[in-house]
């Protein structure tokens, strides 16, 4: 058991200790393999086996794996003959976005019945701040408790729960434990829970960021808090202050069930500064990916791709173009991302940041919610 995860004095705090955030009590719900464990709830013959929601073509892409599978390496966005090379004896299961989205509702019908304080991330996580709760209980565990149980009951499925002060370390936590866990960071855990965490594990470090912080000899939270912020902006720009207040367990952000996104967008700084066309493109497909994969867990499509190219001198160009009908799949999205990138090549200098966005979310059309027929296209 985790020390810093006591489950024995959760949410309580001793006479005279500081409440921190300001006494806030933040859940972050996190459902278990949820694509997969659907489908092994709706046909026994799959629990227990190894199974992967996605496409089996040879540019497949796999949008889920259940636990069986993941032991043998294979996990989300991972092309599928690559995951079906680690197994062999994996099943692939086309998606079935409907029952997901019908499922997301139950959960979130749960919800409701503690708090209307729900910012959901996807069909699968949500935050919820039970600090004033519906059913007057004295602890933010208690309350993940309840919902862990009534999702078990009412739905089949298990979800695992972090709980804590901050929404940055409420969602650190949910992960910790998984799957079907509950930990639950107080106060005065926030900076040695966030210190032992690998970098790698925040929210907002990709594999290219965390491969350079790594070569800076930042591995773990406690290394990142010993960066100054001058440092860590000068080497992650508008990042680096996140980065700083995220090490020191800094997280004002509200829950807010209001939020509307406005975009979904991916873009990475290298290593080393860009050149030729091949490894442009190669970027561009990296973030299309992102963003398409994001666009299929919350069911959204836009009209709108842009991309943000910046050189080695920090001059920062954008790009954008308006379809007349909204998109989510990622050769698409690459597709036109190519398209706004050649008027500028070949590029002079190098290229050091990349990126792609979605936007024109839910404008223009009456129906921008993708159906489960054309997410279904991208994983063909």
């Given at each position: 058991?985790?020390?810093?995860?006591?489950?024995?004095?959760?949410?309580?705090?001793?006479?005279?200790?500081?409440?921190?955030?300001?006494?806030?009590?933040?859940?972050?719900?996190?459902?278990?393999?949820?694509?997969?464990s659907?489908?092994?709830?709706?046909?026994?013959?799959l629990?227990?086996?190894?199974?992967?929601?996605?496409?089996?073509?040879?540019?497949?892409?796999?949008?889920?794996?259940?636990?069986?599978?993941?032991?043998y390496?294979?996990?989300?966005?991972?092309?599928?003959?690559?995951?079906?090379?680690?197994?062999?004896?994996?099943l692939?299961?086309?998606?079935?976005?409907?029952?997901?989205?019908?499922?997301s509702?139950?959960?979130?019908?749960i919800?409701?019945?503690?708090?209307?304080?729900?910012?959901?991330?996807?069909?699968?996580?949500?935050?919820?701040?039970?600090?004033?709760?519906?059913?007057?209980?004295?602890?933010?565990?208690?309350?993940?408790?309840?919902?862990?149980?009534?999702?078990?009951?009412?739905?089949?499925?298990?979800?695992?729960?972090?709980?804590?002060y901050?929404?940055?370390?409420?969602?650190?936590?949910?992960?910790?434990?998984?799957?079907?866990?509950?930990?639950?960071?107080?106060?005065?855990?926030?900076?040695?829970?966030?210190?032992?965490?690998?970098?790698?594990?925040?929210?907002?470090?990709?594999?290219?960021t965390?491969?350079?912080?790594?070569?800076?000899?930042?591995?773990?939270?406690?290394?990142?808090?010993?960066?100054?912020?001058?440092?860590?902006?000068?080497?992650?720009?508008?990042?680096?202050?996140?980065?700083?207040?995220?090490?020191?367990?800094?997280?004002?952000?509200?829950?807010?069930?209001?939020?509307?996104?406005k975009?979904?967008?991916?873009?990475?700084?290298?290593f080393?500064?860009?050149?030729?066309?091949?490894?442009?493109a190669?970027?561009?497909?990296?973030?299309?990916?992102?963003?398409?994969?994001?666009?299929?867990?919350?069911?959204?499509?836009?009209?709108?791709?842009?991309?943000?190219?910046?050189?080695?001198?920090?001059?920062?160009?954008?790009?954008?173009?308006?379809?007349?009908?909204?998109?989510?799949?990622?050769?698409?999205?690459?597709?036109?991302?190519?398209?706004?990138?050649?008027?500028l090549?070949?590029?002079?200098?190098?290229?050091?940041?990349?990126?792609?966005?979605?936007?024109?979310?839910g404008e223009?059309?009456?129906?921008?919610?993708?159906?489960?027929?054309?997410?279904?296209?991208?994983?063909?």
């Amino acid at each position: 058991m985790y020390l810093l995860c006591s489950m024995e004095r959760p949410d309580q705090q001793a006479d005279g200790e500081e409440s921190g955030e300001g006494g806030r009590k933040i859940i972050h719900i996190d459902m278990d393999a949820f694509y997969a464990s659907v489908e092994q709830r709706d046909d026994p013959a799959l629990k227990g086996r190894p199974v992967a929601v996605g496409g089996t073509r040879e540019r497949g892409v796999v949008a889920a794996a259940s636990y069986e599978a993941r032991k043998y390496g294979v996990r989300s966005a991972m092309a599928s003959a690559l995951a079906r090379r680690l197994c062999p004896d994996l099943l692939f299961v086309r998606p079935r976005f409907e029952v997901y989205r019908e499922v997301s509702r139950q959960i979130h019908l749960i919800f409701a019945d503690y708090t209307d304080l729900v910012e959901p991330l996807s069909l699968d996580e949500a935050y919820l701040d039970v600090t004033n709760n519906h059913q007057g209980i004295a602890t933010a565990t208690e309350v993940a408790r309840q919902i862990r149980a009534r999702i078990r009951e009412e739905t089949g499925l298990t979800a695992s729960a972090g709980v804590s002060y901050n929404k940055f370390i409420a969602k650190l936590a949910s992960d910790h434990n998984k799957p079907d866990g509950l930990c639950v960071v107080r106060p005065d855990q926030g900076l040695a829970f966030i210190a032992m965490q690998p970098v790698g594990r925040f929210h907002g470090v990709g594999p290219v960021t965390a491969t350079r912080m790594e070569k800076l000899g930042i591995h773990t939270g406690a290394d990142l808090r010993r960066c100054s912020r001058e440092f860590l902006g000068q080497q992650f720009g508008k990042s680096g202050d996140y980065f700083y207040l995220a090490a020191r367990a800094i997280d004002h952000r509200a829950v807010r069930p209001d939020r509307v996104r406005k975009s979904i967008g991916s873009e990475n700084t290298f290593f080393h500064d860009l050149y030729s066309h091949e490894d442009l493109a190669a970027a561009l497909l990296e973030s299309s990916e992102s963003v398409a994969r994001h666009a299929e867990r919350t069911g959204k499509a836009g009209r709108t791709i842009s991309i943000k190219l910046r050189y080695s001198d920090f001059r920062t160009l954008t790009r954008a173009r308006t379809l007349p009908a909204p998109v989510a799949d990622a050769a698409r999205i690459q597709e036109v991302a190519l398209a706004l990138l050649a008027p500028l090549e070949p590029v002079a200098l190098g290229v050091r940041l990349l990126g792609v966005t979605l936007s024109s979310l839910g404008e223009g059309d009456d129906e921008m919610v993708v159906t489960a027929e054309q997410l279904a296209l991208a994983f063909e």
